[in-house]
């Protein structure tokens, strides 16, 4: 079973940046799909980008596009999240997936999370 583990997130001011990674070990992310999801309190937990296991598959919620982009070293076993020109409606805990589909885009397919990682942004 991989375990993964995110980090990057904090307190940032709108229209600024943060990069979050999600690092992976007890196994190769090379097998797995990954993707972010986030949930913002009294929400449900929403997807945000997903990435295929080679990385040329990307997919993008739409309330993200344009801004976040979703990268994956393999040979780092960690994915990445860079995340720009932030609003304060992105503010939200931020969790990395895995999965073995193609890609992840329903929690449903989730197989493992992390344990999240704080994003705040103030207005």
């Known amino acids: 079973q991989v375990q993964l583990v995110e980090s990057g997130g904090g307190l940032v001011q709108t229209g600024g940046s943060l990069r979050l990674s999600c690092t992976a070990s007890g196994r190769t992310i090379n097998n797995y799909a990954m993707a972010w999801f986030r949930q913002a309190p009294g929400k449900e937990r929403a997807f945000v980008a997903t990435?295929?296991?080679?990385?040329?598959?990307?997919v993008y919620a739409d309330y993200v596009k344009g801004r976040f982009t979703v990268s994956r070293d393999n040979d780092k076993n960690t994915v990445y999240l860079q995340m720009n020109s932030l609003k304060p409606e992105d503010t939200a805990v931020y969790y990395c997936a895995a999965g073995t589909g193609v890609y992840l885009r329903s929690s449903d397919a989730v197989t493992t999370w992390g344990q999240g990682t704080q994003v705040t942004v103030s207005s």
């Open positions: 990435i295929s296991r080679a990385g040329i598959t990307i």
